[in-house]
């Protein structure tokens, strides 16, 4: 079912406001003794079916939210969500869904008798839908959700906090922005990976041929300190692993510095930091399986565990490597060896092909190529899984992350957006394989908060379009009979988003004289929308005031005038040399004539030669442009 109308009450900076979105009615709600009267008409505009194509028919409907900043767009967005949560409304309002039958369904949070002059059926809580909320900004508020319910936020604000918050105990050397980036640039490398329709992401970005893969070091001490938690009889080993660790890197360093010494040419080129760095991230690997235990740790029932002994002078003869997976074949009930030794030997087979390798405090990171990376990820992905048992069935810290540079900042925009809608389906989909309380949904909503930001206009041109051909793609839920029914809603600041919305799907919104969120009626609402051009949009419905020049120019040429004119300007003394060139900066043809007619006039010289001249020059400049476009053509 689709969101098709909401009435807020008391919300922040809105009060009393209706707001429909664009389907098959319109509704009013009026004001009486007794307490809401509802009511509806057909609307006469509504297309059935037209955001549905042939590569998409799940898309029921499109929405989107305009108007000028502090209107109350995020607000609106916000009340839509918290009812979704069904979070209590108080005074708040409701909301009314539309199905496929012309069903109209109440979720009520006022506590206002409801009346209706149409049949009216009341919304249950157990209803089969879920909700993915994006927002890229991060305004440094504390809001943020939780993620236990039906919506699924996957804004900047909670993710920022959920990136650190899950793994700020793992590594206390990484901030939370770090930390962020990290996780983040993970959801895009999953995304891009694993998706098979990512190659469609391709056509607009340039994605990077060498991908970062970084490790992360724990909190865990060297000497064992901080795993209290951890089974008595595996604390020796960890700290008998640390030695031996110590003493193949002092035998590595030592190798090191001999080879310096006859060499001094091999500084350019260190052979040994290659070494030196996977035998790190090898302790790190260390501290994080103890790290895994340490949380919540499973093995602490099972008593004495190892059959092992720490006093076998044969362990200290092994490798580290070695050693770890001597270990774990040891513990292969608790652990399951194969899957976590099979990702040792992935990674070590990804690193004898690394040249680029990086060391900083709290993480090292190496250089590979995507099918590197998806192999590791692959193996990643089955050793967390088994790792999980260890943490009734929560997974472990991360150990592994990603990063990339040479992405454009609109780039990381373009991915994210989808990137984030993908991670978050596939928390929908852990919800419904692993939670009584989370149906199946058979519809979804999905609110995306001016998610064109850092966008290109291209871009912002293609954006409605693009949406509507990736979003089925990726919103593929598994283990499902039927895919669900996607309803749209979007708040954009881009005139030329706005051109793919129809008038009766665009919220208008604007602040009145007390600074509250006013719904602009569909009298007095913009007249262009769809397939319109993007100036009368910005003009209408964007609300822009003195045109489209930008104000500083504006004020300059109005200076100009003001000089030309002979009137006073107490701000400063202009000259005519000055004034000359600044007329000679503006692109506007016809401003441009009749700026040259009044300098001409004012300075006595022939008007008619000068406005000649200029517009020869103008011509000119129009003719080699067009001369510049064919031999572009022609190539």
């Not at 760095?277 to 008593?303: C, H, M």
């Not at 029914?485 to 919104?509: A, E, G």
Request: hydrophobic share 35%.
């Amino acid at each position: 079912m689709q969101i098709a109308y909401c009435f807020i009450e008391d919300d922040v900076n809105i009060d009393g406001q209706g707001i429909n979105f664009g389907s098959q009615y319109i509704f009013s709600t009026a004001l009486t003794d007794n307490g809401y009267e509802l009511t509806r008409e057909i609307n006469s505009n509504y297309v059935p079916n037209l955001f549905r194509r042939k590569t998409n028919n799940l898309i029921d409907n499109v929405s989107a939210i305009v108007g000028e900043n502090g209107s109350g767009k995020t607000n609106l967005m916000n009340f839509l969500i918290n009812g979704l949560e069904h979070s209590p409304f108080g005074n708040y309002g409701f909301m009314l869904f539309v199905d496929e039958k012309n069903n109209v369904v109440l979720l009520n949070g006022s506590i206002k008798d409801l009346s209706a002059d149409f049949p009216l059926e009341l919304q249950e809580f157990d209803l089969n839908y879920a909700g993915i909320y994006y927002n890229p900004i991060y305004d440094f508020q504390d809001r943020y959700r939780v993620n236990d319910t039906q919506i699924i936020d996957v804004s900047s604000n909670t993710l920022m906090y959920y990136d650190y918050y899950d793994d700020q105990f793992f590594n206390k050397g990484l901030d939370m922005i770090q930390m962020h980036k990290f996780k983040n640039v993970t959801r895009q490398v999953r995304f891009i990976i694993s998706q098979k329709h990512a190659q469609k992401i391709r056509q607009y970005i340039t994605l990077p041929r060498m991908i970062e893969v970084v490790f992360i070091d724990s909190e865990i001490n060297h000497d064992g300190n901080g795993i209290d938690n951890v089974s008595y009889d595996f604390r020796p080993f960890y700290k008998m692993g640390v030695d031996l660790w110590r003493s193949e890197k002092e035998k590595i360093q030592s190798r090191q510095f001999h080879a310096f010494e006859k060499s001094a040419r091999r500084r350019k080129n260190d052979p040994f930091a290659k070494e030196l760095a996977y035998v790190d991230i090898l302790l790190y690997f260390w501290k994080f399986l103890f790290y895994t235990q340490e949380r919540n740790n499973s093995t602490l029932k099972e008593g004495h565990l190892s059959s092992l002994s720490t006093d076998d002078p044969a362990l200290l003869q092994l490798k580290f490597e070695d050693y770890i997976t001597r270990f774990l074949r040891d513990q292969n009930d608790i652990f399951d060896a194969d899957s976590i030794i099979g990702f040792l030997n992935v990674l070590k087979e990804a690193f004898k092909k690394v040249n680029d390798v990086s060391e900083n405090n709290g993480y090292i990171s190496i250089s590979c190529t995507p099918v590197q990376v998806e192999r590791i990820l692959d193996a990643y992905d089955l050793m967390t899984d088994r790792l999980s048992s260890l943490l009734y069935g929560k997974p472990p810290n991360t150990f592994l992350n990603f990063n990339w540079r040479t992405m454009s900042s609109g780039e990381r925009a373009f991915l994210d957006l989808f990137a984030r809608v993908d991670h978050a389906v596939g928390v929908i989909d852990r919800k419904i394989s692993s939670s009584n309380n989370f149906r199946t949904p058979e519809f979804l909503y999905l609110f995306f908060d001016e998610g064109e930001v850092g966008f290109h206009l291209q871009w912002q041109k293609e954006y409605v379009n693009i949406l509507m051909e990736i979003l089925p793609r990726i919103v593929r839920l598994k283990n499902v009979e039927r895919q669900p029914k996607m309803q749209l809603i979007f708040t954009t600041h881009s005139p030329i988003s706005l051109s793919d919305i129809p008038r009766y799907n665009t919220v208008y919104l604007a602040k009145n004289e007390e600074g509250k969120m006013h719904v602009i009626s569909e009298k007095d609402s913009p007249k262009y929308s769809f397939g319109a051009n993007v100036h009368e949009i910005m003009y209408d419905a964007f609300y822009l005031k003195d045109g489209f020049t930008g104000n500083f120019s504006k004020s300059i040429i109005d200076e100009l005038f003001q000089w030309l004119n002979g009137e006073k300007d107490n701000s400063r003394t202009l000259t005519s040399s000055y004034v000359k060139k600044v007329i000679g900066l503006v692109d506007d043809p016809i401003l441009r004539i009749k700026l040259e007619e009044s300098y001409a006039q004012k300075m006595g010289l022939n008007i008619e030669q000068e406005v000649l001249a200029v517009k020869i020059q103008l011509m000119q400049k129009r003719l080699a442009e067009i001369q510049s476009q064919q031999n572009d053509q022609n190539k």
